[in-house]
């Protein structure tokens, strides 16, 4: 497309969105009576205006039920408790592409992390290593490390492999180098780790391929999908990925803190991988029975751990419904345009470094800017002029415009705002 720097040009390609009535959807956070241009949906997703109806009729069956609103089938309760992350699944599963059994909503994401490393981390004595991506986000380190150190006789040093990215100064990895430093340590590696989309620099890392070398030397892959699920389309089950895991509050507009999801591949749904187990992943048939032997729920399901937080996943799923109705094709084709825009104003600003890839398939909605001089003020100006991106140490903004609330206007206007910045400097 050709890009035009001006007001009309952005305002007519928000007239022509097929998406734009979404935005109306969720609550944009004002200041002084203005709506804020707020491009922090890879940090905290905003909410959706059905979040507070949705939190109400769980709060109304447990005020006129209590207990019963777990089994009660009448409409009193709108879904019973006892299997309302059932009722998540189908736009879950879209959004990961999975079949239903292998997702599951529950918990939070690092300790999703450690529950699935817990059944795929198994090292033996030959192959005991783990590959996973240098500068990863410090959760998932902290997680491996950690794993590492629960061993006898293993040192997170000697264990973990971290692909760098190239001295080039972009800060990228290339997937040729993931690939091939699977094969070089093919022997001893017992799990690979590592996000499909990086937080700092953007760079969407090609799963398909990744995991199809792993299965090829028939090592385990997971993917921390935090900053992927709900950007891009993902196919899990097609690319053969073993298991991953991922947040709700970014992309997927779940609330702060907001419930986790998991997935396993169906060819691991055989009830043998070993796990940290708890009675709500116990079969939902003999649960109550309450006696001793754990015995898996099939599927995802299985990893459930503890009773699910019912208000949570009553925010996460009203979230997702308009999501899977907006639909993630739609979404990811309005995300590239978003995208683009903002780069191409970008890149007429000398000032200005773009990190993430300038290749599509290599990036979701974020952009990650490199400002080497006073970065932090000019991320401060920002705010001021009500743009809300994020700040990452040393010299890092992120800017993050989602297709569901994000017009082409915000995108021009933080164009405006860099101009008078740099001008007045
Ligand atoms: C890539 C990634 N992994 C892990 C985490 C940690 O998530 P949580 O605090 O929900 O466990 C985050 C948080 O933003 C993240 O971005």
């Known amino acids: 497309m050709i890009y035009k720097n001006t007001l009309d040009f952005a305002r007519q390609l928000d007239q022509t969105d097929p998406l734009r009535s979404y935005r109306d959807r969720f609550h944009i956070p004002q200041r002084n009576g203005q709506a804020l241009i707020y491009l922090c949906g890879n940090s905290l997703g905003l909410q959706p205006k059905t979040a507070r109806s949705a939190l109400d009729q769980e709060l109304t069956t447990w005020q006129n039920l209590g207990v019963e609103g777990w089994f009660d089938q009448t409409e009193a309760a709108e879904q019973p408790w006892l299997r309302y992350h059932e ?20 918990n939070a994401l690092t300790v999703n992390i450690h529950l699935l490393l817990a059944s795929f981390y198994r090292p033996t004595a030959q192959k005991y290593k783990i590959l996973t991506i240098k500068g990863d986000f410090p959760s998932d380190q902290y997680a491996l ?22 001295p080039d100064g972009t800060g990228l ?24 989309l990086n937080y700092y620099t953007g760079q969407v890392y090609n799963m398909a391929a990744i995991a199809e070398t792993a299965r090829k030397h028939c090592v385990p892959i997971g993917f921390d999908l935090a900053h992927a699920i709900g950007n891009i389309p993902l196919r899990l089950h097609d690319w053969g990925v073993d298991f991953a895991t991922w947040c709700s509050y970014k992309y997927l507009n ?66 997702i419904a308009i999501m899977a109705e907006a639909g993630i094709v739609a979404l990811r084709q309005k995300s590239e345009h978003l995208t683009g825009y903002l780069e191409w104003i970008l890149n007429q600003l000398e000032e200005v470094l773009i990190l993430t890839p300038d290749d599509p398939n290599q990036r979701g909605c974020q952009l990650s800017l490199l400002v080497r001089k006073n970065g932090k003020g000019l991320f401060n100006y920002l705010t001021g002029q009500g ?38 400097l």
């Open 145 to 166: 490390e950690t794993h590492v150190k629960q061993h006898r006789g293993l040192a997170p040093a000697d264990t973990i492999i971290d692909v760098a990215p190239r």
């Open 173 to 196: 990895i290339h997937t040729t180098d993931i690939q091939a430093a699977i094969a070089e340590h093919a022997d001893s590696l017992a799990v690979i780790w590592m996000s499909g």
């Open 87 to 106: 009722t998540c699944k189908a736009a879950l599963a879209q959004l990961v592409g999975a079949q239903p059994s292998e997702v599951c909503p529950m």
């Open 387 to 424: 743009i809300i991106g994020d700040w990452r140490e040393p010299d890092c903004i992120r800017l993050a415009p989602t297709p569901l609330y994000n017009t082409f206007e915000d995108i021009w206007r933080v164009g405006e705002a860099l101009k008078a910045y740099y001008a007045s």
């Open 254 to 319: 779940g609330g702060p803190g907001a419930v986790s999801g998991v997935f396993v591949h169906e060819k691991h749904h055989d009830q043998s991988l070993p796990r940290l187990a708890g009675w709500w992943g116990y079969r939902e048939d003999k649960r109550f029975e309450m006696t001793s032997g754990f015995l898996p729920a099939p599927g995802a399901d299985g990893w459930q751990v503890s009773t699910p937080n019912i208000l949570a996943l009553s925010l996460h799923r009203a979230a």
